[in-house]
Structure formats: C-alpha cells, structure tokens
C-alpha cells in the first residue's frame, strides 16, 4: 500500500527503492462469445471488484468503464509485476465473484464456465507523446 500513497501524493510516479516508475496501459477485453452481460448490477459490482483487486495488489486502476460487451480500464502498475499479471488477477477473481454473485449468468449466458475471452486488448498511455520522447533522444549529447 505504500506504493499507492507515494503515488497519490505526487500524481507523477511511483517511487520503489530501486525504481521510479509511471506505466498507464489502456486494458480492453470481453466476457466469453462477447455476451451483452455487463451493465447494471453486474457492471456496478465488476468495477467494485477490479478496485479492490487494485488496491490490494498494488497497483491503480486510473479509469473504469463497462458498455454491455466489453470493459475499459487504464491500469498503472509496477513494470516489475506487469500489466499481464494485473489482467490475469483481474479476469480470475472477478469471474469467479461474478458467477458466485450473480449465478444466472453461469446458467443462461455462459454454460461454459468462463466468464471472459482469453484476448485482450494492451495499449501504452504516456504523458508525452512518442514525437516528444523521439526528439528528445534525438537531442542526447547535442
């Protein structure tokens, strides 16, 4: 937890004994066969669930948003840890609380037994653009 007070204090970077970091991922991905399953209740519950994930996992979920077939997320955590270790943490425990919760959609949506898809969608979000790291490399020993 220190990780995240350290960060919310500055709102610039998380600070480690041996690392400062600031790595935000744009994070899509679908329940299984892409089913219309998340609004209402169950996306209410399925934010609340990736924000305690989040928190007691040490990393921050920035944005969180749901339309009927997919989830949006902006995910900043430890490039130690990685943000494919965050989505993994995310889809397992959240299926299983979903389905536990929510029982009906294990009956009449997702016979399965997977809640989500395998896919997901990775993509970084910085606070410079590329041009803007490009040119500054660029400029090193100038």
Known sequence: MILIETYRKNKLYFRTDHLVFKCCYHVIFCPKYRKRILFGEVSDRLKEICLEIADSHDFI???????????????????????????????????????????????NHLWGGQFWSRSSFVSTVGSVSLETVKQYIENQGK
């Open 61 to 107: 979920i920035e944005e969180i948003e749901t339309d009927k077939d997919h989830i949006h997320m902006i995910i900043n955590c430890n490039p130690r840890f990685g943000v494919m270790s965050c989505i993994h943490l995310i889809k397992t425990i959240t299926a299983f609380k979903l389905f536990k919760e929510f029982p009906h959609i294990k009956k």
